[in-house]
């Protein structure tokens, strides 16, 4: 459903993404993971088409992003780092606005609205300017307005920001049962804990290198670790940051 080919993206002399080839599979949770910095970011925004590569192509659902790039947007949900809201709309208005822009009927748009709003623990303030919101509640507007026209493909940069762990809980059961149901979620996070329970794969990027890719099994066996291994710890290894129990002695 996700098909990068050498995908890369410079800034001036700055590599933020170089070469970089992934495949993520139809009702795939697919964990996107790396420090600050790494590319992220970069990568999520050339996948949705917001950004031209320098080189390299991706696809997404069967559609070249940079030849088909509506196919490639009716196609896709897609949630910002920091999600791209209007803050003197209420949730509601939000989403019928949202709505509007796939050209969805009025009754359709309603009956989602309302099926999201609960979803999310909004109905009670989908009346309220989201200027209100706090950050959790904006990221979960945002979610809704991904989910509106229900898509195919998912990709969300850091979805857990602000939430308080009954809503993060939620949206974790909410992508897994998506992905049961055949759509495929592409995640970054931070959150490593999150995305060992939750993905079925994940990827490493450092300084816009993939560096890694697979199950928590591949993975260990690329770090030549055992089956203890947290994701936490695969990931400092793989990344030059060391292990935990290494940055504890450090300290004395």
Same mark, same amino acid.
């Given at each position: ?13 700055? =590599? ?11 009702? +795939?949770? *697919?964990? *996107? !993971? ?17 950004? @031209?590569?320098?080189?390299?192509? =991706? ?36 989403? @019928?606005?949202?709505?509007? !822009? ?12 309302e ?8 109905s ?13 509640? #904006?990221?979960?507007?945002? !979610? #809704? ?8 493909v998912? !990709?969300?940069d ?20 998506? #992905? ?5 979620? *592409?995640?970054?996070t ?5 995305? +060992?329970?939750? #993905?079925?794969?994940? =990827? ?27 994701? +936490?710890?695969? *990931? ?9 129990? +290494? ?6």
């Amino acid at each position: 459903m996700i098909q990068t080919v050498n995908l890369t993206r410079h800034y001036g002399t700055l =590599a933020a993404v170089q070469d970089l080839n992934v495949e993520v599979e139809e009702g +795939e949770l *697919f964990g *996107f !993971l790396g420090p600050n910095g790494a590319g992220k970011t970069t990568t999520i925004r050339m996948i949705v088409g917001l950004l @031209r590569p320098t080189a390299g192509t =991706a696809r997404v659902a069967g559609h070249d992003v940079q030849q088909e790039p509506l196919a490639v947007k009716r196609s896709v949900g897609y949630l910002a780092q920091t999600p791209l809201l209007y803050e003197k709309l209420t949730g509601r208005e939000f989403l @019928r606005f949202i709505g509007g !822009l796939y050209s969805l009927n009025d009754d359709v748009i309603e009956a989602r609205t309302e099926q999201l709003l609960a979803l999310m623990d909004l109905s009670d303030r989908a009346d309220h300017l989201i200027e209100s919101y706090s950050g959790g509640m #904006c990221h979960k507007i945002g !979610l #809704c307005g991904a989910l509106l026209h229900e898509p195919p493909v998912l !990709l969300l940069d850091e979805p857990l920001t602000g939430m308080d762990p009954y809503g993060a809980r939620r949206i974790k059961d909410l992508l897994r049962e998506m #992905c049961r149901q055949g759509k495929t979620v *592409f995640l970054s996070t931070h959150v490593l804990e999150v995305a +060992e329970r939750v #993905c079925d794969r994940v =990827a490493i990027l450092d300084q816009g290198q993939l560096i890694a890719v697979g199950t928590m099994e591949t993975l260990r066996a690329q770090a030549q670790s055992t089956a203890e291994t947290t994701l +936490e710890d695969l *990931f400092l290894t793989l990344t030059g940051g060391g292990t935990t129990a +290494e940055m504890v002695s450090m300290l004395g």
